[in-house]
């Protein structure tokens, strides 16, 4: 079945610092590929998404190419900021039906002053 | 514009008792989950509907119900009360049909932190 793989965390970075998350994934066909967000005490938020092969998705000066060859959709930003502080979650959306997501375990990133 | 609200948002239940979890969308979405959050697994499926009067199995269904009696409701069910049923309960909906796009972008609740002492 679908699967996804992503980093482990905590992620510990300095404000201003490169933040890459890593994330594969397993699936047939040609899912839908996603990041999300979550904030301490709230819900999912998407952050960014791809549809297919070689698509960049961004958002928030975050960035994410979905890579069929390598089938990776690793998470980048150039400059994180305090406010960058979240879990971050990848997932895909097959061609089952339903849409239903299948998550990566999560990230954590924690952004010091 | 409320999109996904879940209630209630924190509730303690004794082992055996039982409890329904409620999630409201009012985006005209055809498909609804919920998802269970527990620390280092991610979000797991329990159980989703694809439309009014649906519903199937996610990955974790076990001690779980679910109904979809209207096209904007999706209860979730407790019927006996598990400590491994400790955990952070997430309702989230998706695709507005006539959007073109199959595969868009699920809306989540805040989420219902359930405790089983």
């Known amino acids: 079945g679908d699967s996804v793989t992503q980093m482990e965390g905590p992620v510990t970075l300095s404000e201003e610092a490169f933040l890459t998350i890593n994330c594969t994934y397993t699936?047939?066909?040609?899912?839908?590929l996603f990041w999300y967000v979550q904030y301490p005490g709230e819900g999912l938020q998407l952050l960014l998404k791809a549809t297919k092969a070689d698509d960049k998705g961004s958002n928030k000066g975050f960035e994410a190419t979905y890579r069929k060859e390598t089938t990776s959709f690793h998470l980048e930003k150039g400059s994180v900021q305090v406010s960058d502080s979240a879990v971050y979650f990848c997932a895909l959306s097959g061609k089952a039906a339903g849409n239903k997501l299948t998550f990566g375990g999560g990230t954590r990133v924690l952004v010091k002053p | 514009n409320a999109g996904v609200t879940q209630t209630p948002k924190f509730r303690v239940l004794k082992t055996g008792q039982s409890m329904t979890l409620l999630c409201a969308q009012d985006?005209?979405?055809?498909?609804m989950y919920w998802y269970r959050q527990d620390p280092g697994m991610g979000l797991r499926l329990i159980h989703y509907s694809v439309g009014e009067g649906t519903t199937a199995k996610g990955e974790v269904p076990d001690g779980y119900n679910v109904s979809r009696l209207k096209k904007q409701n999706f209860l979730l069910g407790l019927e006996s009360a598990a400590p491994s049923q400790t955990s952070v309960y997430f309702c989230?909906?998706?695709?507005?049909?006539?959007?073109?796009?199959?595969?868009?972008?699920?809306?989540f609740g805040q989420g219902t932190r359930l405790t089983v002492v």
């Open positions: 989230a909906s998706s695709y507005s049909p006539g959007t073109g796009d199959q595969r868009s972008e699920a809306f």
């Open positions: 985006m005209n979405h055809e498909y």
């Open positions: 699936a047939t066909g040609y899912p839908s």
